[in-house]
């Protein structure tokens, strides 16, 4: 259902132009599978530590906060898609990081990079859903991927409004 404080804190300032996002799934030998999810969140004193990587991250190095699924760890070394969590990791943590190239043809401004988190620290107000609720949005409402959507149809829309002002000769310095 979400909060208020959620809504100011996450929603506000994106459709105030304030804040972007990186939505993360894939893994390295995991593909986007959430059963396969081996980034790890660790419960600790006020918050979580995150660690493991993710690929293919679009907006790598713009995006202010990075939506990373991660599985809880609970010590027993049995990980489980039920314990998925969703958590938000600001770009400036410390243990976070960016690496690799990017530079694939028609792809270039997505500058979806490698991201590695070592024991990134995360207070509990950047969970982004209640455990538990990932696997089972997942499973029953894949529409929830709420930062994909927009970006799909921000870049189609603009690529639409390219070539409308293209062909009409809109587009200054082309003929």
């Not at 990081?97 to 988190?117: A, C, E, H, K």
């Not at 189609?156 to 390219?162: E, R, S, W």
């Amino acid at each position: 259902a979400g909060t208020d404080d959620q809504r100011e804190r996450w929603v506000y300032p994106v459709l105030r132009g304030e804040i972007m996002w990186c939505q993360l799934f894939s893994e390295p030998e995991a593909g986007s599978d959430a059963a396969a999810v081996r980034t790890s969140a660790k419960k600790v004193d006020g918050g979580w530590l995150i660690n493991g990587k993710k690929i293919w991250a679009s907006l790598s190095g713009a995006a202010d906060y990075y939506g990373v699924l991660c599985t809880e760890d609970k010590g027993d070394h049995h990980p489980d898609a039920r314990d998925t969590l969703y958590i938000s990791v600001p770009a400036t943590s410390e243990g976070f990081s960016i690496s690799g190239d990017w530079d694939p043809l028609g792809m270039r401004g997505t500058v979806s990079r490698n991201l590695s988190f070592k024991d990134v620290f995360v207070s509990d107000a950047e969970q982004l859903m209640p455990r538990g609720i990932y696997f089972k949005g997942a499973q029953t409402w894949p529409a929830m991927f709420f930062t994909l959507s927009p970006t799909y149809l921000g870049l189609a829309n603009a690529a639409y409004d390219f070539t409308v002002k293209y062909l009409r000769g809109e587009v200054d310095g082309e003929p």
